[in-house]
Structure formats: structure tokens, C-alpha cells
């Protein structure tokens, strides 16, 4: 085990994060939402995963061991969609302090349909009454318009990667998407305008011996 580590490190060396400029048509933060149902193969419980996006690259992201063992694939993923609720709405303040408020709800992108059915309508089963009821506040944001849920297909689902295991192409292809890129032979002189206000200062490790200047 100790070995993968410094392989690891090797792989992802010059990987890093680039923030491009967006379009004033662009929603300023989108979020990515998805669980993985009873992976924990000793106590049976879920994972949640989510991630949001600002400018194409992640802005927030959390991968954890849901408290309460689900016992649907559908109750998983609205577990998992009320964390990610919470942070949208904390991202969403954290913004409009900032002088960026959004008029619009935010999006999450969400891949289970049941899940999706749940937290628009106020009505309960003999499958979903005995959810807790703090679960329950992503229907109160979503009546008030703070988010919308949007359904997402599973093979575009970008937090799929942060609850469970993936193969190595779907990996790049998960990393790819969320502006995951190697900025060492990235060709930034087409990817960066000179001279434009662009959010991203790109730092490269001085052991390279390279300078942003190298690559403009």
C-alpha cells in the first residue's frame, strides 16, 4: 500500500485545477450530486458524493460515509441530495456577500428519478414515510426557489467518481470534465486571451523550473 502512494503522486503531478472565464450566460455555480447504495459491505450504509462547479472547475466537493444505513437506492440519493443542498445554500450566501447573487435558483444535477419525484412533492409511501423529516428540507428550497433538481444521466453524473470505485477511462473522463488538466503541456496561449480578466492565476512548482511566463 505504501508503495501506490509515491505512484500516485508520480501521475498526478502536474495535474491541476484551470478556471476559464464564463459567459454572462452562464449559471455561476452548478452543482453534481450522486451516492452509492450499501457500498460500506460491513455496516451496509451509502456513500454521498457531490461537487460544484464555478467557472468550470470545482469550487466544493465532499465524499462521506452516509450516518444512517438507506434502504433504498432511492433514499441514498436523497440523503445524499440534502448535503448537497446544504452547501449550495451556503455557497449561494457566501456569493451574495460577495456582490454575486444569483436571480436565479441554482441547479443540481441529480441521476435518480425517484429521487427526483421525492423532493418535489409533498406526499409520502409506505417506502419513504420513515425518512427523517430534516431530510425534508430540500422541498421547502425547492418550493422557495433557492435550487432546482434536474435530472442528469448517469454517465454524465461528474460526482460519480467521489462515491465509488471507477475504471481508469471513465476516471480521466470524470476529471476531464471538471476542468481537471495537465498545465504543463496544456496549450494556454489558446486557452487565455492576453491580457484578459480571467479568474485563474496559475502557479507552477518552481522545481520545473518553468514560469507562467514559459507558457504565454
Known amino acids: 500500500a505504501a508503495k501506490r502512494v509515491p505512484r500516485?503522486?508520480?501521475?498526478?503531478?502536474?495535474?491541476g485545477l484551470f478556471y476559464r472565464?464564463?459567459?454572462?450566460?452562464?449559471?455561476?455555480?452548478?452543482?453534481y450530486c450522486d451516492s452509492d447504495y450499501a457500498g460500506?459491505?460491513?455496516?451496509?450504509?451509502?456513500?454521498?458524493?457531490?461537487v460544484f462547479l464555478m467557472s468550470g472547475c470545482p469550487v466544493a466537493w465532499r465524499s462521506k460515509l452516509q450516518r444512517d444505513v438507506a434502504l433504498s437506492s432511492t433514499e441514498a440519493e436523497y440523503l445524499a441530495l440534502s448535503a448537497a443542498v446544504k452547501e449550495a445554500m451556503w455557497i449561494k450566501q457566501l456569493l451574495t456577500e460577495c456582490g454575486f447573487?444569483?436571480?436565479?435558483?441554482?441547479?443540481?444535477?441529480?441521476?435518480?428519478?425517484g429521487c427526483i419525484s421525492i423532493s418535489?412533492?409533498?406526499?409520502?409511501?409506505?417506502?419513504?414515510?420513515?425518512?427523517?423529516?430534516?431530510?425534508?428540507?430540500t422541498r421547502d428550497q425547492i418550493e422557495r426557489g433557492t435550487i432546482r433538481v434536474i435530472y442528469c444521466p448517469t454517465?454524465?453524473?461528474?460526482?460519480?467518481?467521489?462515491?465509488?470505485?471507477?475504471c481508469a477511462t471513465k476516471l480521466r473522463l470524470s476529471m476531464k470534465k471538471i476542468g481537471m488538466s495537465d498545465i504543463l503541456t496544456m496549450r494556454l496561449r489558446e486557452a487565455v486571451e492576453p491580457n484578459?480578466?480571467?479568474?485563474?492565476?496559475?502557479?507552477?512548482?518552481?522545481?520545473?523550473?518553468?514560469?507562467?511566463?514559459?507558457?504565454?
Open 196 to 216: 484578459s480578466n480571467h479568474l485563474a492565476r496559475i502557479e507552477v512548482n518552481s522545481a520545473f523550473g518553468l514560469s507562467v511566463t514559459d507558457f504565454l
Open 21 to 31: 472565464k464564463q459567459s454572462n450566460s452562464e449559471q455561476l455555480v452548478v452543482g
Open 120 to 137: 418535489h412533492l409533498r406526499r409520502t409511501d409506505d417506502r419513504t414515510k420513515h425518512i427523517d423529516v430534516r431530510f425534508h428540507h
Open 155 to 166: 454517465e454524465n453524473m461528474m460526482a460519480d467518481m467521489l462515491t465509488k470505485s471507477i
Open 8 to 15: 500516485y503522486l508520480k501521475g498526478i503531478i502536474s495535474i
Open 40 to 50: 460500506d459491505t460491513i455496516r451496509r450504509r451509502s456513500t454521498s458524493g457531490y
Open 101 to 113: 447573487k444569483q436571480g436565479t435558483p441554482m441547479t443540481i444535477f441529480e441521476d435518480n428519478q
